[in-house]
C-alpha cells in the first residue's frame, strides 16, 4: 500500500524557514519523480515543486518549481531514505497552507488514494 507520511510543518514568522519532510512507503521510491503541493483554505491543491527520478548512472535529477517560490523553495530526495524534502527560506503569509507530497508517476487510482494528511504550515506574524 502506498503512503506519504508529512511532517515538519509549524507556525513561522515571515521572513522565517522550515524544511518538511515526506516519508514514502509502498513502492521503489527512487524510480519515481515525486512533488510537493499545497492546499491553502478556500483555494484548490497546486503543484509548488517536483523533482524527477534519479538516473542510475549520473544520479542526476530535474526539479521544477512554482512562479512565487523559485529562490525560496528547493526539493530535495534522499533515496536512501526513501523520504523528499522540501526546504522553505523567505517564508511569507501567501505560503500560508497545508503541504503534501505524492507521486504524479503512480497510476491515477494509486495516486489519488495515497495523498496523506499533511502538514500544515501558518507563516503570520
Known amino acids: 500500500q502506498v503512503q506519504f507520511v508529512e511532517s515538519g510543518g509549524g507556525l513561522v514568522q515571515p521572513g522565517g524557514s522550515l524544511r518538511l519532510s515526506c516519508a514514502a512507503s509502498?513502492?521503489?521510491?527512487?524510480?519515481?519523480?515525486m512533488s510537493w503541493y499545497r492546499q491553502a483554505p478556500g483555494k484548490e491543491r497546486e503543484l509548488v515543486a517536483h523533482?524527477?527520478?534519479?538516473?542510475?548512472?549520473?544520479?542526476?535529477?530535474?526539479?521544477y518549481y512554482l512562479d512565487s517560490v523559485k529562490g525560496r523553495f528547493t526539493i530535495s530526495r534522499d533515496n536512501g531514505k526513501n523520504t523528499v524534502y522540501l526546504q522553505m527560506t523567505s517564508l511569507k503569509p501567501e505560503d500560508t497552507a497545508v503541504y503534501y507530497c505524492?507521486?504524479?508517476?503512480?497510476?491515477?487510482?494509486?495516486?489519488?488514494?495515497?495523498w496523506g494528511q499533511g502538514t500544515q504550515v501558518t507563516v503570520s506574524s
Open positions: 509502498g513502492f521503489t521510491f527512487r524510480d519515481l519523480a
Open positions: 505524492n507521486s504524479p508517476a503512480l497510476p491515477v487510482r494509486t495516486h489519488n488514494a495515497a
Open positions: 523533482i524527477t527520478s534519479t538516473e542510475q548512472t549520473t544520479y542526476e535529477y530535474t526539479t
